[in-house]
């Protein structure tokens, strides 16, 4: 039998085979990274772990050190308060600020009252500052200036060079000194990452009934 002609076949089929359409595959483009948001650090822990850190960086690292105070400077006690932070506005009510007028003698034994007055200082300037957009967008952008941004961080930054210099730094990225010579972005790095959700304002309960019940 000649075998020419099968194998002559067999090839020909091959060949219709190969140009016969089939089916194409598309090309996959190359995946779009996902624009992630700078992470930010892990919220450590809560309000009082932030209040111990803070107590360090202002009076030292024996803690507590109440009797903190260089001479005849106005900052006094373990978070080193200034005047307007143990005093308040005289337009507010002296219920809120409990060391009103209260003299060094008393205030440097009394920690009940550096305490009250410290978590007060610390929880108004958390919740005023939640109230400005421009913090609010500094948090939410993750990481300003090459800084990372949270809450405690920025209440931190308050805390040392007030609030007018953390504006300023999250507008123009300019960092402000204390009287020291220690940076306000010091404190932001150092205490960024504590929750602080604990000291956001409660919710007012709403009433029952109404027109919009």
């Known amino acids: 039998?000649?075998?020419?002609?099968?194998?002559?076949?067999?090839?020909?089929?091959?060949?219709?085979?190969?140009?016969?359409?089939?089916?194409?595959?598309?090309?996959?483009?190359?995946?779009?990274?996902?624009?992630?948001?700078?992470?930010?650090?892990?919220?450590?822990?809560?309000?009082?772990?932030?209040?111990?850190?803070?107590?360090?960086?202002?009076?030292?690292?024996?803690?507590?050190?109440?009797?903190?105070?260089?001479?005849?400077?106005?900052?006094?006690?373990?978070?080193?308060?200034?005047?307007?932070?143990?005093?308040?506005?005289?337009?507010?009510?002296?219920?809120?600020?409990?060391?009103?007028?209260?003299?060094?003698?008393?205030?440097?034994?009394?920690?009940?009252?550096?305490?009250?007055?410290?978590?007060?200082?610390?929880?108004?300037?958390?919740q005023e500052l939640r109230r400005s957009r421009t913090a609010a967008n500094a948090v939410r952008a993750g990481t300003l200036h090459g800084a990372p941004v949270t809450w405690s961080g920025l209440v931190g930054m308050d805390h040392l060079v007030g609030r007018g210099a953390v504006l300023k730094w999250v507008r123009t990225g300019e960092d402000t000194k204390d009287a020291n010579g220690t940076a306000g972005t010091s404190y932001l790095r150092r205490l960024n990452g504590f929750d602080l959700s604990a000291w956001n304002p409660s919710k007012a309960p709403q009433k029952k009934g109404g027109a919009n019940a």
Do not use: C
């Open 1 to 126: 039998m000649d075998l020419l002609p099968l194998a002559l076949l067999w090839l020909f089929k091959g060949a219709l085979k190969k140009r016969a359409p089939g089916k194409q595959q598309t090309p996959q483009k190359p995946a779009t990274p996902a624009i992630q948001k700078a992470a930010q650090p892990k919220s450590a822990a809560g309000a009082s772990a932030y209040l111990a850190k803070l107590a360090i960086l202002e009076s030292g690292p024996n803690q507590p050190n109440w009797k903190a105070r260089r001479p005849n400077s106005q900052y006094w006690g373990r978070w080193q308060l200034g005047r307007l932070a143990r005093n308040g506005p005289p337009s507010e009510p002296a219920t809120a600020w409990v060391a009103r007028r209260m003299p060094w003698a008393k205030f440097k034994d009394d920690p009940t009252t550096q305490t009250a007055a410290a978590v007060h200082w610390a929880r108004r300037a958390y």
